[in-house]
C-alpha cells in the first residue's frame, strides 16, 4: 500500500505467520517505507522460476557468516500453509526446535546505512546499494540491538557501510518469542524482490552453509 510522503516511496507488506512451530505461535507483521528511492527499470529475472517482474541483481552475500546451525525458517512464502512473506527468514538453529540463538548481522552490499529510521516492526537496519545505476534496499528486521556505529532515527542521517560489516543483533523485536532475521531485498519503486528468485517455500532455499554462502541472486563468494 502506497502512503502519499513526500519525497519517500512507502510501502507495507503483511505478515502472517500460519504452524511455523506447534509450540510457538508467531505473528510476524512488516511495515515500512524505504528512504531516498529513486525509481529504475526491471531487468528480466534470470530463472524461470522468478516471480514475474523481478530484476537481475547479483551484487548479495548473505546478512551473516554462515554456519551449520544457520537454517532458513520461511522462504518468500511462510512455510506450513501460509501467505506471501517478502522476504527470507534466517534462524540460528533447528526449525523444529525453537530456543533459536541470536547472531551477527552483517550487511550484505556496500552502501549506505540508518537505523529505525522508517517505519518497520521492531528494531532494523536499512542499507541503500547503487548498483550499476539502480536504486537497491536491503532490510535486517526484528534486531535484538543495532550497531552503535549506524545512526539511528532519521533517514537524512545515515553512514557507509562495507559488506560484511556489523549492523546488530539477531532478535525478536516485533516478534516476540521468535528470535530470528527478517531480510528483504527492495527495489527503488518499494517492489520487494526475492534475493535468491526462487519464489516458493522454505525447503527450496539452500541451507546457508560456510561452503554455501549463496545462488542464484547472490554472488558466490565474500
Not at 142 to 162: D, E, F, M, W
Amino acid at each position: 500500500m502506497r502512503l502519499a510522503r513526500p519525497n519517500f516511496v512507502s510501502f507495507m507488506v503483511s505478515r502472517r505467520a500460519r504452524g511455523m512451530l506447534a509450540a510457538t505461535a508467531v505473528a510476524l507483521a512488516f511495515a515500512a517505507s524505504v528512504f531516498s528511492p529513486a525509481s529504475i527499470h526491471s531487468a528480466e529475472a534470470r530463472t524461470t522460476n522468478a516471480p514475474a517482474g523481478q530484476a537481475s541483481a547479483q551484487f548479495l552475500t548473505l546478512p551473516f557468516n554462515g554456519g551449520s546451525n544457520m537454517n532458513v525458517l520461511s522462504g518468500w512464502y511462510y512455510s506450513g500453509g501460509g501467505g506471501f512473506h517478502g522476504g527470507i527468514d534466517y534462524i540460528n538453529g533447528s526449525v523444529n526446535s525453537g530456543g533459536w540463538r541470536t547472531f551477527a548481522v552483517i550487511a550484505s552490499a556496500d552502501g549506505e546505512a540508518c537505523g529505525n529510521c522508517s517505519s518497520r516492526q521492531g528494531n532494523a537496519v536499512w542499507v541503500k546499494h547503487e548498483i550499476n545505476g539502480q536504486t537497491f534496499y536491503t532490510y535486517y528486521g526484528h534486531l535484538a540491538s543495532i550497531s552503535p556505529n549506524i545512526p539511528r532515527g532519521s533517514q537524512s542521517n545515515t553512514v557507509y557501510v562495507k559488506r560484511g560489516q556489523f549492523l546488530g543483533w539477531a532478535g525478536d523485536t516485533g516478534a516476540s518469542g521468535a528470535l530470528h532475521l527478517h531480510f528483504a531485498l527492495y527495489n527503488a519503486n518499494s517492489t520487494p524482490m526475492d534475493p535468491y528468485s526462487i519464489g516458493r517455500l522454505r525447503e527450496y532455499y539452500p541451507k546457508p552453509t560456510d561452503d554455501t554462502p549463496g545462488i542464484g541472486w547472490f554472488i558466490g563468494s565474500r
